[in-house]
């Protein structure tokens, strides 16, 4: 039932007549109404990322030049797809999302 879960959340984005439909994970103490959303979860792809980035922390650095991450889809987690990873962010309603990310890479030396 988790797997089936996890996959459901995270294969959006869900549409009805056209709407948006937003899942988020239950947790305790959640508080359950109709609110109007000032932000949303959003899937982006990275692609043509350095090996270094290819770790928890890395991925969270780079998907946080888009906005806040959220998390990673299963195969980004298991590295079995490599040609780019797909990260979860909330994104403000309002915003646009940027086209590229410009990511500075220290050389060997340090500098």
């Known amino acids: 039932m988790e797997v089936a879960m996890e ?3 995270e294969g959006g984005p869900l549409m009805f007549q056209g709407q948006p439909i937003v899942l988020q994970r239950w947790e305790p103490g959640m508080v359950l109404r109709k ?3 000032t932000q949303v979860p959003v899937w982006i792809r990275l692609r043509h990322l350095p090996v270094e980035f290819w770790t928890n922390d890395g991925l969270s650095t780079v ?3 888009v906005r806040r ?3 990673q889809d299963t195969i980004t987690r298991a590295c079995t797809r ?3 990873a797909r990260v979860c962010v909330m994104l ?8 590229h ?3 500075m890479m220290p050389k060997e030396d340090g500098s």
């Open 7 to 9: 996959e459901v959340i």
């Open 35 to 37: 609110h109007k959303h």
């Open 63 to 65: 998907a946080s030049g």
């Open 69 to 71: 991450s959220l998390y």
């Open 82 to 84: 490599l040609d780019f």
């Open 92 to 99: 403000d309603i309002s915003s646009t999302l940027p086209k």
């Open 101 to 103: 990310l410009i990511i």
